[in-house]
């Protein structure tokens, strides 16, 4: 994981937030003054205001994925809607490659929503005069694109989506995972860069859910996009992120790979948060591995240095052997033991074992 | 006593009522007594109005105009350059409608002049035979809804045809297709301003709160001064009092639409125009055709009305009939004028309830078979109308149009009943009328009229504090403080007596009616359906069948308005009772109450609040009626508007009494609102 951000570092971020603030009330700017950059969410409440985004700092870099988690009022869709200027920012800088959002002009915000970004919402916000095609060649009518090149890409995306005979529906014939995916869809028309989604599954119902996660998965393995993806169930996060952010009252309390905010939390909040996560579900093979010793006989399974524990652990545990681990030429660099699994899955959390991250 | 404590709000009522009653016992009734009545300190205001008019039009900021006739520049007052113009233009557009749909000359003089017209006399625009027009609208009341329509709409257009009513119908009709549109735009743009921008919306609050409550006499005054007499002046007022209620539809319905939604609009990179129009608009549609609905109904309304300024069609020879009490020949206007209500009133909402259909897989015959089906009907048409030529040798050639009172009159049968009525139920009629005059509305209006003016303000503003404070308080206190300043305070508490007495009788009668109504899903929506109907009905109908029955009366004016104010209360009270929620009727029911109980302790106070906006219509419909009334004799402020309609200065009295009228409404409309928002929030169902 490190070998990964540390070769990420040198190019440039994507999205890039520098002391990122949002506060809702009359006079957000002269009140931002009077508190000096220590902004506290209840002082500001007393005076009447509401803090949405307080000092937010992150690079995203790209076909990155950050998931901002945070329980609701938490500021999630805040940050969101800042980044993709829906609302304005009442101070900081944000860059988009490199370019300065907040001083754009009508005009280049257009052209860079047109070209570079695409967004799912949580109630679909689908237009409900417009069929299946209709909605989904939306951004690319708006743009001025062709109606025969419009329909010709957005009948891929209908197929991308897996809705391939219902371009002719109109979303109030369609179930809310069908409509979900004709607003994926519809934000991947333009083929952005950057991909916004807030809290995307979160009015479906579990077993849609988790199909559509699958799917999400699917697709970001084809497309590879730069991701800000928003949501409340931390167990999605999970599945998700490369990089989670959990918010508390408009503070990122801390940002960080989804096993480094499990096994070292950065607050105490972040640590009642993730108390009850099963490790298996973060921890990967690498953090249990030994190193290989010359005489050791290994058993016949192989697991991959970055696989889940949770999703090989019953293999290992069937192994009267210690199990090889791989790296990503398919050679073994080291082993795991059953006695290791078996104390991350039941065993108690131990500092001594954070340590071995 | 204890009864006192536990409801305060109940002893400050008592309270208020003996100081009032102390109030009109205690002042001395005299013309000096400025406790009695309050001096007219802006009696001047309606000379102000006309003065700042007269200036507006004759003096205000000259401009040179070329006149082509004597083919010089003349000096012109801008205002009135600008209204002859806009005059023009609306004539001219009715003008050609209306030659479209009867035929006529006048488009073509309007191009060539009328020496051209008596060289080539053959040069006619010809009319749509009336067989193409009630075939047309047969096709588009199928193609909006289905057979129910169609049927509607073809016994309509057959008997505007067959009753020889064709010719004003059409009349009418142009119109209002001129009024409708220019009303729909000018709204929609208003309500995109107000709701981009929320100042603009601050200001037209007050302002649509006024003009909804103005009765329509009020805009026939002004429409008169700044744009003379005719079908223009009629159409503009008709459109400067239709558009209220666009504008309001309009913003409710932008406001509606999700959030979500615009956001997703804005991150698909559109503009601001393309926001509105491919992403606001559309997808507030329905509320927004609601407010067709509504300009087309208002539209209509006020067609009847503005024949006062000579707007010609079904509104004129109404008034006509009327005046020369042709009571049989009223009906069958009236009978006209009410299907053409219903029927553009269902193909409007037939037309905001259809969603558009997507026509990808259809082919072209598919997609405009009704087009298609129309165009075979306009050959058919004029060629029947042809063959009409070689059928009707001499005379009216009947398949092409059929002359004004031409076709079959039932009006000897109508008047034979009204007759006989009259000969039958005289002694009881004339009873019942006395009875109600001597007995009940005169004591009545005498005791309006004895009140001293101090004591209706204590009355008024001590309702408004109780029920919403200090400031409801001011609020009303000011509404009324404006009419007591003019010279017409005396008239408004008789308007107010009337209004007092119809809304009373039909809040008794909504309230049974609608009770009974609502104990079975069935007759409450039978019930409703009656309400829609007859509210479709333009306000100046109900008067023909009373004045049938009781002649030129207060008492016709009076069943007028309960007739007409009773829609409202009957409606809200079936609304308001079938809204109870069911949990709580069940709870009720399990708790061993009988069914009348259960009406009594549980739906009824729960439903209250909602019925209380019943009532709130039902003043304002009163008031409408009771002004209308005027037009066949009441003394109240209604008689006063209609005779600034026949003075040349009548604009300053015309809009200062319309405002009063619409002050009355306001007070009333503030203290229910504001107590049925208190009594909602207090029961928690809002
Ligand atoms: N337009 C606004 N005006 C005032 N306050 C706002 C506005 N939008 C959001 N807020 C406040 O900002 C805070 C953060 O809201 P936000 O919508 O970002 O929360 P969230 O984390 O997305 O919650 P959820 O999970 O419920 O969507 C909340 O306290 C909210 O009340
Ligand atoms: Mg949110």
């Not at chain 2, 087009?371 to 306009?378: G, P, R, T, Y």
Request: aromatic letters at 10%.
């Amino acid at each position: 994981m490190s070998l990964i951000t540390k070769s990420k570092s040198s190019e440039q971020a994507v999205i890039k937030c520098e002391s990122l603030y949002k506060i809702f009330g009359d006079n957000p700017e002269l009140m931002l003054k009077k508190s000096l950059d220590s902004v506290n969410a209840k002082e500001f409440q007393d005076a009447g205001y509401v803090v949405g985004v307080n000092n937010a700092s992150f690079e995203v870099y790209k076909g990155d994925m950050l998931v901002v988690m945070g329980l609701s009022g938490s500021g999630k869709s805040t940050l969101l809607r800042c980044i993709s200027r829906l609302t304005e920012a009442t101070s900081g800088k944000i860059f988009i490659d490199g370019e300065d959002l907040l001083s754009m002009n009508n005009k280049q915000l257009i052209e860079l929503r047109r070209n570079k970004m695409g967004m799912v919402f949580q109630s679909f916000a689908l237009l409900p005069h417009k069929t299946v095609l209709e909605n989904i060649a939306f951004p690319l009518q708006v743009k001025g694109s062709s109606t025969e090149d419009s329909i010709k890409k957005s009948m891929e995306m209908v197929e991308l989506v897996g809705l391939s005979g219902r371009e002719n529906y109109f979303p109030r014939q369609l179930s809310g995972g069908q409509q979900q995916r004709v607003g994926i869809a519809r934000s991947l028309a333009v083929e952005p860069d950057i991909w916004f989604l807030d809290e995307p599954f979160s009015a479906l119902d579990p077993l849609i859910r988790k199909e559509m996660q699958d799917e999400f998965l699917r697709l970001q393995s084809i497309l590879n996009k730069t991701i800000l993806f928003v949501t409340h169930d931390f167990d999605e996060a999970l599945k998700l992120a490369d990089r989670i952010a959990i918010m508390k009252d408009g503070i990122i309390e801390q940002l960080d790979t989804p096993a480094n905010i499990v096994l070292n939390p950065a607050t105490e909040y972040v640590r009642k948060f993730t108390e009850d996560v099963p490790r298996e579900k973060v921890l990967k093979i690498e953090s249990v591995m030994d190193p290989l010793k010359k005489s050791e006989k290994l058993s016949n399974l192989k697991v991959p240095y970055d696989a889940l524990i949770e999703d090989v652990a019953e293999d290992v545990l069937s192994q009267s052997k210690p199990v090889g681990v791989l790296d990503g030429n398919q050679k073994v660099i080291g082993v795991v033991y059953s006695s290791k699994v078996i104390s991350v899955l039941f065993g108690k959390r131990t500092s001594n074992e954070n340590k071995n991250m | 006593m204890n009864y006192f404590i536990k409801y305060p709000k109940l002893s400050q009522f008592v309270i208020l009522l003996i100081l009032f009653s102390l109030l009109c016992i205690l002042i001395n009734p005299s013309e000096n007594n400025f406790l009695w009545r309050f001096p007219s300190l802006i009696a001047g205001l309606p000379h102000l109005i006309n003065d700042s008019v007269s200036y507006l039009m004759y003096d205000f900021m000259p401009i040179d105009v070329y006149d082509p006739e004597i083919e010089e520049y003349e000096e012109r007052p801008l205002i009135k350059e600008f209204t002859r113009t806009l005059s023009g233009v609306i004539l001219f557009c009715i003008v050609f409608i209306r030659e479209i749909l009867i035929g006529g000359v006048k488009t073509i003089v309007f191009f060539t002049g009328w020496d051209f017209i008596r060289e080539h006399k053959w040069l006619y625009w010809p009319a749509l035979p009336w067989t193409v027009v009630a075939i047309g609208t047969i096709i588009l009341g199928y193609s909006l809804r289905g057979k129910g329509l169609a049927l509607l709409a073809g016994c309509a257009t057959m008997y505007i045809a067959i009753f020889g009513q064709w010719e004003p119908a059409m009349e009418t009709l142009s119109f209002v297709l001129i009024a409708a549109p220019v009303s729909f735009a000018l709204g929609l743009f208003f309500g995109v301003l107000g709701y981009k921008n929320k100042t603009v919306e601050t200001l037209l609050n007050p302002l649509l709160n006024v003009a909804q409550t103005m009765p329509h006499f009020s805009y026939l005054v002004p429409a008169m001064v700044f744009f003379g007499v005719g079908d223009h002046a009629g159409a503009l007022a008709t459109i400067i009092f239709a558009t209220p209620p666009m504008v309001r539809l309009t913003m409710l319905g932008l406001k509606n639409v999700p959030s979500e939604v615009v956001d997703a609009g804005k991150m698909s990179g559109c503009s601001e125009f393309q926001l509105l129009y491919k992403v606001l608009i559309p997808t507030a549609r329905r509320d927004i055709l609601i407010g067709v609905n509504q300009v087309i109904m208002q539209c209509l309304a006020m067609a009847v009305i503005a024949s006062f300024i000579g707007a010609k069609g079904l509104g004129f020879n109404l008034l006509l009939a009327l005046n020369q009490l042709r009571i049989g020949q009223a009906l069958e206007l009236g009978v006209c004028i009410v299907l053409i209500a219903v029927v553009l009133d269902k193909l409007s909402l037939a037309w905001a309830d259809k969603q558009t259909d997507y026509f990808a897989d259809k082919s072209f015959i598919e997609r405009n078979k009704y087009k298609l089906v129309f165009l075979a009907v306009l050959l058919f048409g004029f060629l029947l109308a042809y063959l009409g030529t070689f059928i009707f040798k001499e005379g009216f050639n009947y398949f092409y149009i059929i002359p004004h009172n031409k076709g079959i009159t039932t009006e000897n049968f109508w008047q034979a009943g009204v007759d006989w009525i009259w000969d039958t139920f005289f002694f009881t009629l004339k009873a019942f009328n006395e009875f109600l005059i001597i007995k009940i509305l005169m004591p009545m209006k005498h005791a309006y009229l004895s009140m001293p003016v101090v004591a209706t303000f204590l009355l008024v503003m001590g309702v408004g504090y109780i029920i919403g404070g200090v400031k409801s308080s001011l609020i009303v206190g000011g509404f009324i403080l404006f009419i007591a300043l003019t010279e017409w305070w005396d008239r408004a508490l008789i308007t107010a007596y009337m209004t007092t007495f119809g809304v009373l009788v039909s809040a008794i009668i909504g309230i049974i009616v609608g009770s009974l109504c609502a104990q079975y899903k069935i007759s409450s929506k039978f019930i409703l359906l009656v309400c829609d109907t007859f509210q479709t009905f333009p306000s100046f109908i109900y008067l023909i069948p009373v004045i049938m029955l009781f002649g030129v009366t207060d008492t016709s004016v009076l069943i007028a308005v309960i007739v007409y104010a009773t829609i409202p209360a009957t409606r809200y009270t079936v609304e308001g009772l079938r809204g109870v929620p069911q949990s709580l009727q069940d709870a009720g029911s399990m708790s061993g109450v009988n069914r009348l109980q259960r009406y009594i302790r549980i739906e009824l106070p729960l439903a209250f609040p909602h019925i209380m906006l019943g009532i709130n219509q039902t003043v304002v419909f009163a008031l409408f009626m009771v002004i209308i009334g005027a037009m066949i004799g009441t003394d109240d402020l209604g008689q006063y508007i209609l005779k600034a309609l026949s003075d040349k200065k009548g604009i300053g009295n015309g809009l200062t009494l319309g405002l009063c009228v619409a002050f009355i409404g306001l007070a009333v409309d503030h203290l229910i609102r504001t107590w049925s928002i208190k009594r909602k929030s207090a029961l928690g169902i809002l």
